[in-house]
């Protein structure tokens, strides 16, 4: 699933092309129209595709920008303003192209979904294999209110104090810490595999209850989550998966994993041991971890 760095990286990569930009129409794939008929709200959520169409076209992309692990685009038209939020789900991607033909992974090029017409003449489109996705499109983030539920960027000032104060709340006192810190209320923007590595750097098992955590580990454990995302953005991200830039190529963040999908530790040399805890795969060292 894509995290925090690869939804950067996909934002950054289609931005130089579609800032400024009007969406002179909006193509929906077959898969689409049917789930939709069907009132399974495939990829488009809340509203008609025809009511979608209405409230893009012809409406300028204004500004883009990732929040947490969405690409958000604010949209205007003489003086109406709307927003498209976008969650690449577990394996959606977004690419700038001549035409669909040009997207280079096959699995991408056959699994188009949605396709917005820029008046530069290129194509904003988007792709998803498993059709978890998600793109809305809202008169303000009021229409949307667990978007507005998510905590601080995690590389702003308010974000520390703000994880700080969920450790005083009684929802995650007898959970697991991986739990609490994948929860994006909590953190933003920080998945399963950034949320192992931040646990093998701070050296805190994964399974431990968050209320066990001291004031020091718990202020270490964000430092690292920081620390991780900064460098999934640095590398690229993950390419683990699924997982490419706008334009078809790798990051190279799984070089620089410690734990996520390893098998032996590259500090102490024992095995990485895998466990679900909170129904997510939690991969770690139990004796760099306690
Ligand atoms: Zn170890």
């Not at 077959?30 to 893009?56: R, S």
């Not at 001549?98 to 949605?114: C, G, L």
């Not at 098998?263 to 990485?272: F, L, R, T, Y």
């Not at 805890?277 to 004796?287: D, E, V």
Request: hydrophobic content about 35%; overall charge positive.
């Amino acid at each position: 699933m894509p995290e925090l760095p690869e939804v950067e990286h996909v934002k950054r990569g289609i931005q130089p092309f579609v800032q400024g930009q009007t969406i002179e129409s909006v193509v929906f794939s077959d898969k689409v129209k049917e789930g939709k008929a069907a009132n399974k709200e495939t990829i488009i959520k809340g509203l008609a595709l025809d009511t979608f169409q209405h409230l893009t076209e012809k409406f300028v992309i204004k500004d883009i920008e990732r929040r947490s692990k969405y690409i958000v685009f604010y949209l205007q038209r003489d003086d109406e303003e709307r927003i498209l939020i976008s969650h690449l789900g577990m394996a959606g991607g977004f690419f700038v192209v001549d035409s669909v033909e040009d997207i280079s992974v096959a699995n991408y090029r056959k699994h188009w979904h949605v396709i917005f017409k820029l008046n530069n003449g290129k194509l904003l489109v988007y792709s998803d294999i498993r059709r978890f996705g998600e793109i809305r499109n809202v008169s303000s983030f009021e229409a949307y209110p667990s978007f507005l539920e998510i905590a601080p960027e995690p590389f702003t000032e308010a974000a520390m104090p703000h994880y700080l104060s969920w450790f005083g709340k009684k929802l995650y006192q007898n959970k697991p810490i991986k739990q609490m810190i994948l929860d994006h209320r909590v953190i933003s923007g920080c998945g399963n595999i950034y949320a192992c590595e931040a646990l093998f750097r701070a050296g805190i098992h994964p399974a431990r209850l968050s209320k066990d955590l001291n004031h020091q580990e718990r202020e270490m454990l964000f430092y690292y989550v920081r620390e991780v995302l900064e460098a999934g953005i640095k590398y690229g991200g993950t390419s683990i998966s699924d997982y490419l830039h706008a334009d078809g190529s790798k990051g190279s963040m799984q070089l620089h994993l410690n734990v996520y999908k390893q098998k032996v530790c590259k500090v102490c040399g024992n095995d990485i041991e895998t466990q679900v805890i909170a129904t997510r795969n939690s991969h770690f060292c139990t004796t760099c971890q306690k």
